[in-house]
């Protein structure tokens, strides 16, 4: 059984602070999807990484894919108020399944 | 917005009753899946369909059923709830972007299932 460990599970930051949030596998995925949900709404994608290494940025947010394809991270810098929410990433599986990670609850004070 | 709906929002039943859960979308994608999201377990894949009447199981498939009889329209369907079935229930459908390990899940809002 293929399974994502996010770390934290929670964080609770002042704003203007960085954070990075972890995402491990023993598995290899073929890519790894990065996705913020907010309460009484579904995941919203954020980012695709695929290849082992690659580095993606969003505005503050950071992304990298480790280099075996097992386990990835996402840097915010300076966080905001607006960046709260909970964040998942998600392992692709093959073409059709998509295995989720058990979730970090970011949540940033003003 | 990838024009997914789901149906209840809401809803409340009764130890052993059985429940359908709705998801609709409106621009014909071929991949759909149900997953159920638990605090401290992340979305957590029921079942998925790759086509009109093609589906599978995922991880947590005891206890649920799908159908799927239009490319539009994919059912869960508790045959007979649990307490352990209380949950929020989310579709979504994979966006097909050339690769299919790379394209994006569109979420619907989720049902949220209490079973009493």
């Known amino acids: 059984t293929q399974l994502l460990e996010q770390s934290p599970q929670f964080l609770s930051i002042q704003e203007g602070e960085n954070l990075t949030v972890y995402c491990n596998s023993s598995?290899?995925?073929?890519?790894l999807q990065w996705y913020r949900q907010e309460p009484g709404e579904g995941p919203v994608l954020l980012v695709t990484?695929?290849?082992?290494?690659e580095v993606k940025k969003l505005k503050r947010l950071t992304f990298q894919f480790g280099d075996a394809r097992k386990d990835s991270s996402l840097h915010i810098t300076a966080a905001q108020p607006g960046d709260t929410g909970l964040y998942l990433c998600?392992?692709?599986?093959?073409?059709?399944?998509?295995?989720f990670g058990t979730g970090t609850r970011l949540k940033v004070l003003a | 917005d990838a024009g997914i709906t789901q149906s209840p929002r809401h809803k409340v039943t009764e130890t052993g009753t059985p429940v359908t859960l709705r998801c609709h979308q409106t621009?014909?994608?071929?991949?759909m899946y149900w997953y159920r999201q638990d605090p401290g377990h992340g979305l957590r894949l029921i079942h998925y369909?790759?086509?009109?009447?093609?589906?599978d199981k995922g991880e947590v498939s005891d206890g649920y059923s799908v159908s799927r009889s239009k490319t539009e329209d994919f059912l869960l369907t508790l045959e007979s709830a649990t307490s352990s079935q209380t949950s929020v229930y989310f579709c979504?459908?994979?966006?097909?972007?050339?690769?299919?390990?790379?394209?994006?899940?569109?979420f619907g809002n989720g049902t949220r299932l209490t079973v009493t």
């Open positions: 598995s290899v995925f073929s890519s």
């Open positions: 990484v695929v290849t082992g290494g």
């Open positions: 369909s790759y086509g009109v009447k093609d589906t």
């Open positions: 979504a459908i994979k966006e097909w972007t050339g690769t299919g390990y790379n394209s994006p899940l569109h």
């Open positions: 621009e014909n994608h071929r991949y």
């Open positions: 998600a392992g692709s599986a093959g073409t059709y399944k998509y295995i």
